[in-house]
């Protein structure tokens, strides 16, 4: 158990719905981020918060947003869903902002696996 | 842009023989970090190993160990003694010293171990 816990596990949504993934980190971390891995694109990296601010943006779509609350849970909002957005959505959670290369490995939630139909 | 290849999509081992699964990156950064995971069937993503870029020696986490040949920019995962257990994808990381600590993924590897 990595300790990042995240709900739900699964969602099943029809097209053009919205959803809110929600994750909480372990203990002692400050830093989330959030993975989408679909078939096509692999592992892609979405976006980081540090201790309620945002840190970094990657490949994350205009649809999608996220937020970190003062308790440090974070969720990401999916709008106006489409087929292609099925895929299995991790969260992750280290303690530092990611400054420098140290081995502060991002532990990773079991992921909510998120169908469009 | 930072990047990883893994180039073997799928490989079979023999129970109790040990497996090397490639891993290859590129960045122009002097400070980063390898990190391999793995992924079994039930879908969540388990760390294995870690090797930072000025690490003068291999890591090694029980039956784990990366071969970092820093010159040929690349992070091998060496599994001795494969378990039926170690059936899964594995997943070669990088990650950026400046970039954040977000991690940059290679397509994966299935490994296989038969009976």
């Known amino acids: 158990d990595s300790g990042v816990t995240q709900t739900p596990k699964h969602l099943i949504t029809a097209t053009g719905q919205r959803v809110t993934l929600r994750c909480s980190p372990r203990?002692?971390?400050?830093?989330v981020y959030w993975y989408q891995q679909s078939l096509d694109q692999g592992l892609q990296f979405l976006i980081q918060?540090?201790?309620?601010?945002?840190?970094a943006k990657g490949n994350i779509l205009e649809r999608f947003s996220a937020q970190q609350f003062p308790d440090l849970h974070s969720e990401l909002n999916l709008s106006s869903l489409e087929l292609g957005d099925s895929a299995l959505y991790f969260c992750?959670?280290?303690?530092?902002?990611?400054?420098?290369?140290?081995?502060?490995?991002?532990?990773f939630g079991q992921g909510t696996r998120l169908t469009v139909v | 842009a930072q990047k990883i290849t893994q180039t073997q999509p799928g490989m079979f081992v023999q129970e109790k023989e040990a497996v090397t699964l490639d891993c290859t990156y590129d960045?122009?950064?002097?400070?980063?970090?390898l990190f391999w995971y793995k992924q079994p069937s039930s879908g969540e993503m388990i760390f294995l190993i870690y090797?930072?870029?000025?690490?003068?020696q291999n890591a090694t986490e029980g039956r784990y160990s990366l071969n970092f040949q820093k010159a040929r920019k690349s992070a091998n995962l060496v599994i001795s003694a494969s378990q039926l257990g170690d059936s899964a994808m594995y997943f070669c990381?990088?990650?950026?010293?400046?970039?954040?600590?977000?991690?940059?993924f290679g397509g994966g590897t299935r490994l296989m171990v038969k009976p």
């Open positions: 992750a959670s280290s303690v530092d902002p990611g400054q420098g290369s140290g081995n502060t490995e991002a532990f």
């Open positions: 203990s002692g971390d400050l830093s």
């Open positions: 918060y540090y201790n309620g601010e945002e840190r």
């Open positions: 960045t122009s950064d002097q400070s980063y970090g």
């Open positions: 090797q930072g870029s000025y690490d003068e």
């Open positions: 990381a990088m990650r950026v010293g400046n970039a954040g600590n977000m991690l940059t």
